[in-house]
């Protein structure tokens, strides 16, 4: 059974997985073999560090009563799901990890996308699907850059 959890945990939630997201692109970063790798990397850490930043003072902006609404559907809290770190290692390529990225996006996405769908309050609905729609924004400019395979 999932707990219950109120929008403003959600979005320490996402603000966490930002960081730890930032935190794993910087390991990793550290033991990859290849420069262009590394760079990739290194974007990818500082864009989720600003990204995390950015969620920091979110809840600032947002009503109280918003983030004091308790959500019945919590689809878990994890939204990284089982994304597969096994095959990264000193040799990854810059597609794996643009793969990975995309993986890590597709899953906070579908978490918010879910607690949209599933939030009985429009105000937090409306919350949930602009930070879906931030999500969206984001993967499109990861495609974009020169990175992306």
């Not at 602009?130 to 020169?146: D, G, P, T, Y």
């Amino acid at each position: 059974m999932k707990t219950f959890r109120q929008t403003r945990d959600v979005l320490r939630l996402s603000t966490q997985f930002h960081q730890q997201l930032s935190d794993l692109y910087g390991r990793l970063s550290h033991v990859a073999d290849k420069q262009r790798v590394k760079l990739l990397l290194d974007y990818l850490s500082r864009h989720e560090q600003a990204l995390t930043s950015c969620l920091d003072g979110y809840e600032a902006r947002i009503p109280r009563a918003t983030l004091d609404t308790w959500l019945q559907y919590m689809p878990n809290d994890q939204p990284l799901g089982d994304v597969d770190l096994s095959s990264l290692g000193p040799d990854m390529t810059v597609r794996e990890v643009t793969e990975l990225a995309f993986d890590f996006d597709d899953a906070l996405m579908s978490f918010y996308r879910n607690l949209a769908r599933e939030s009985e309050s429009a105000d937090v609905r409306v919350l949930f699907e602009s930070l879906l729609q931030l999500e969206e924004h984001e993967q499109i400019a990861l495609r974009r850059e020169n990175f992306a395979v």
